[in-house]
């Protein structure tokens, strides 16, 4: 189970805070001695006050007890300052780790890209971690000091008071803990059910117009109807171990009040004065039946509420970072590759599938780049042409075949830390512009820095001067979501124009342009130095190019415009000219 | 005593009682539960009796011990009796008002469920995304269940404060003159505790907003950082405001503990000073012992009004959570006829006169549209055109502003539904697949067919190749299987193949399919699949030019409608193609 995977964990947490619990016992010591003057002052008032004909003393010793109130109060201060010492760094353990998880997993597979159930990670569920825990130390320190407290209480007024009261207090407690297991499985079999059920829900959200189309509201329905029961049955279960729960609370809490005054004659016996039983009731009834009800009330509900969302976001990561990641790949980075020289770039019989099953995308690839050409892809979506360009910049690895820059294997250059955006740059058709200076977003790709003059000259070389103008200069700070997909584009394609690359891939990076804006950005690129590989969005595009890749499943072809009117079906049809052929 | 067990609910939502505000669903849920909630009721209200009754049975036990007067053991089993009945009626209380907001839920979620099935999809997609309608039917949907167990246990707790503020005067009226001058008092001293909460709260959601937001924007730009090799940077971009967080974290418990200094001291204090007056009354020989402990009891019960006022911001919740509710449920469910299609169609579809609007503007403007009998239809056109909101209209998921859609003669709002949807298929540029594996997700439908006629779908599909590569083939589970945007469209087609009546509509449904496959699955929808009329939206060439018809669609209108080959002389046409070199209209 998660609880002892999660154990060695906590008490790592804990063992590096022994000073924070210190304090917080301190702090809650003060809320023993509260509880313990609530009893004791009213017996005292009672026994030397009210009832020896002494009112002065009584109100004297009920001022006693009302201060040690306030000052038990003010405790609570010092008591949650020691919590925030406490919950705040586990929160932010819980965030940086599903930070970094959730970067990890999509560094790996940019293909699945954010998904909001990330945001529900970091912001619903860190919160509910701290909430619960939070709760459980709060409810948890607090009976166990108002217990001391009201102990010693009756202690102090007379020792037979614990015979009469402790039996049934620990007998209600050993009750509790034995239904704390199954309600905890129940709580657990309850979170399980409702997220089976809001996956249902959602696929059903998700996939109305296919449900509908299919004619399948009715199974759907019945589907759903049968998750639902299923979500409503866990939940009773529960609530019949909460009424259970509420028993083992009769026999801690209210049986003792019972069995006080069951025993009263002996308690007279064995000298307890009246004040003595008024205070032992009020014990009872003020400090340990509302410190039994939260605790009762909360351990169950929360611990294990705790103990799944903890054992879901600490969760090992699953078999989805195996796959080759550039960040996990070179044991050691090879030297920041200087090669201001333009590479040439060879795929050899590249051969590439997602998972050994599955089928391949590219399958026995043959092409050279010459440096300083200008190639562009076309072929129809799903076809594999974004992985091709993962393959060129190194972020993939083929199965089979070698891709080659300079000779050498694209893959083994592109590991973390050599600083790849000195070879080569990609900009895929998302465009990623962060929230930050227009210049710190242009400078991205430049692990050097660039002059500002160079900086400016990319980004008038693409077109981006209007929108440096607009926001008001290159220090202004960048809202991304204010941005059209086109301007980030343009920010995307200013990046990489600025960049030392020698080879630059653009993944149908211009997409979101219209058509003068697209030819004037490939215009500035076409007059910079090195090698461009392009996915072509738009015909218009790939004729700029000197050759054209087209990408038809397992077949290729490559050549110039003309040749592959003549020779390629597909590229007929790209290019809308399947009528000439036809006749 | 125990409510008699019923037959299942109403599950149809149209039949139900109008449930379109939150007024109406609140009474829904009541009158669902009536007899439970009313049981509740009574539960509670005998535990709350029990509670007021016993602080005097026990003062008077007491004071009979202390005296050694007779009667002491009738008083002694009256406070056990109390003690049990407490205890025992909280356990039911417990009991049946868990079970009965667990029933209510279900049948909020049953009626919601029940009803976004029965729309049209398009008017649930337009107004709520996937992930609000999962909110409204599993967060909000279970706090709107609870609303009638929180009012009868809120009604029946009312109870207590009240009576222990009666019983308090009953014992001595200066105790309660004490109780009531305290409240205001203590409030008036303990005001300056609770401030500033909300801001620090506030504060803490945008720090925690901004890391949420720059983690979307570092996850959104996943290529460019793994190209780039910026992971490390990006990390600590994104965690920057952690220690802000932190800061504003640490503020809120502040704020959050001032405030419990408030709460926690109120209570004492004031039963403090009832005891103090009580304790000179007693003195004085107006009170006993048993009285005195009888009074702080009911002072602590009065004072738990407060409670009572969480139940009431808890019912609030619940209303707030029954509006939403109500805003799904408010959508218009399609309405149906029963009329047959003839027997033996051909599949014959006609839109007359048949206008659109999405948000305002137009999408299809009067179009006229015959597609005879048994032929393939291709409809094309620039993006935007209209040409998803006619596939959509000619086989009734979505119903048209104006005009007529018939099938083979019958209107499609008078037609039979479950004969509807069993002669028109459709297939999806994305289909969303449902199922445990991949052959149930082809099955996947109204009916299930064979595995024969499964395998068969998926070899027209072009699908069964890659299906049987899988580790289990048709077996695979679902989610397990690593699906290409080809290979989804394929499975959609399979699936579309393997329930195909007389109609099938194909809306871009092979746009990410290699050339080869596209013309192996294009001569099979000729030739293999058992279908009457094909109605599929196109982009490429090569399909329109396959097609016995084409419907060019341009602004909403159809410009005309005619074989490929002679639509093609007109230069208009040709370029309706020349806009992309991929198949998709941009994302």
Known sequence: MTGSRLLPQALRFLGRRKRVLLKLTGWSLLESAHTFLGGYGVAMALDRGFLAGRTGTGLAWLAVAALAVVIGGLATGGVFRGLADLVEPLRDGLVRRVVTRSLDEALAEPALAADSAVVSRLTNQTEIARDSFAGLVLVARSFVFTSVGALFGLAALSPALLVVVVPPLVTGLLLFLATLAPMAARQHDFLCADEALAAQFGSVAQGLRDVVACGAGAPMAARTHVLIEQEAKAARSLARWASARSLSLGVAGHLPVVLLLVAAPWLRRQGVTAGALLGALTYLTQALLPALHHLMSTLGAAGTRLLVVLGRLSRVPGPRLAVPSPAGTPERPAQAPAHPDVPRVELRAVTFAYGAAAQPVLRGLEVTIEPGEHLAVVGPSGIGKSTLTCLLAGLLEPDEGEVRLHGRPAHAQAGRGAAPSRLRVLIPQQAYVFTGSLYENLLYLCPDGAPRSAVEASSEAVGLGTLVHRLGGFDAQVEPAALSHGERQLIALARAHVSPAPLVILDEATCHLDPAAEARAEQAFAERPGTLIVVAHRISSARRADRILVLDGLTAACGSHQELIDRSPLYRDLVGRWHAEKN | ?587
Request: glycine letters at 12%.
């Open chain 2, 1 to 587: 005593m125990a409510p008699t067990p019923r037959p299942a609910p109403p599950r149809n939502a149209a039949q139900l009682p109008p449930l379109a505000d939150a007024s109406g669903v609140l009474a829904g849920t009541a009158r669902h539960s009536a007899s439970r909630i009313f049981a509740l009721f009574l539960f509670s209200a005998a535990s709350a009796a029990a509670a007021v009754a016993l602080p005097a049975a026990l003062g008077r036990t007491l004071d009979l011990l202390l005296e050694d007067a007779a009667g002491v053991e009738r008083a002694l089993v009256l406070c056990a009796v109390l003690v049990a009945a407490e205890v025992l009626f909280d356990a039911l209380e417990a009991l049946v008002g868990g079970a009965t907001s667990a029933r209510t839920t279900a049948w909020l979620r049953r009626c919601g469920a029940d009803h976004l099935l029965s729309v049209a999809p398009h008017r649930a997609a337009d107004r709520f995304t996937p992930g609000d309608l999962v909110t409204r039917l599993t967060g909000n949907a279970a706090e709107a269940g609870t609303a009638p167990t929180t009012a009868a246990i809120g009604l029946a707790s009312v109870l207590v404060p009240v009576g222990g503020l009666i019983c308090l005067a009953l014992i001595d009226l200066w105790l309660v003159v004490v109780f009531l001058a305290g409240i205001p008092l203590l409030a008036l001293l303990l005001r300056g505790f609770a401030r500033g909460s909300s801001h620090s709260v506030s504060q803490y959601q945008r720090v925690q907003a901004d890391i949420a937001g720059r983690l979307l924007e570092a996850l959104g730009g996943a290529r460019t950082v793994a190209a780039a090799g910026t992971a490390e940077r990006e990390l600590a971009r994104v965690l920057a405001p952690l220690s802000e967080l932190s800061a504003q974290g640490r503020r809120m418990w502040q704020v959050y503990g001032r405030a419990s200094v408030g709460s926690g001291i109120l209570v004492p204090l004031l039963t403090t000073m009832v005891l103090a007056v009580g304790g000179v009354r007693l003195a004085g020989g107006s009170l006993s012992v048993g009285d005195l402990l009888a009074a702080s009891r009911y002072a602590a019960l009065a004072a738990g009004l407060g409670a009572v006022v969480g139940q009431l911001n808890s019912l609030l919740r619940s209303r707030a959570a029954a509006r939403r509710i109500a805003d799904m449920l408010a959508l218009p469910a399609v309405r149906h006829g029963g009329r047959p299609l003839p027997a033996d169609g051909p599949g014959r579809v006609e839109l007359r006169s048949v206008t659109v609007s999405r948000g305002g503007a137009p999408v299809l403007r009067g179009v006229d549209l015959v597609v005879p009998g048994g032929t393939t239809m291709a409809v094309v056109g620039r993006s935007g055109a209209g040409k998803s909101t006619l596939a959509a209209i000619a086989g009734r998921l979505a119903d048209p502003d104006d005009g007529v859609v018939l099938l083979d003669g019958v209107p499609l709002t008078e037609a039979d539904p479950s004969e509807l949807r069993r002669e028109v298929g459709y297939a999806f540029e994305r289909p969303v697949l449902f199922g445990e594996t991949v052959g149930a997700a082809i099955g996947f439908g109204q009916y299930e067919p064979t595995a024969g006629e499964i395998g068969a779908s998926a070899r027209a599909a072009g699908a069964d190749t890659f299906v049987r590569l899988l580790p289990g083939g048709y077996a695979a589970p679902l989610t397990d299987a690593p699906l290409s945007g080809g290979e989804l469209q394929r499975l959609g087609l399979a699936r579309a193949f393997a329930h195909a009546g007389r109609l099938l509509i194909l809306d871009d449904a092979t746009s990410s399919l290699d050339s080869i496959t596209e013309l192996h699955v294009g001569r099979a929808l000729v030739h293999d699949v058992r279908t009457g009329t094909r109605l599929l939206i196109a982009h490429r060439v090569s399909s329109a030019a396959r097609a016995d018809l084409v419907a060019w669609v341009e602004d909403g209108r159809v410009r005309a409608v005619g074989p490929h080959a002679s639509l093609w002389e007109e230069p208009d046409y040709r370029a309706v193609f020349a806009d992309t070199v991929r198949d998709t209209g941009g994302s």
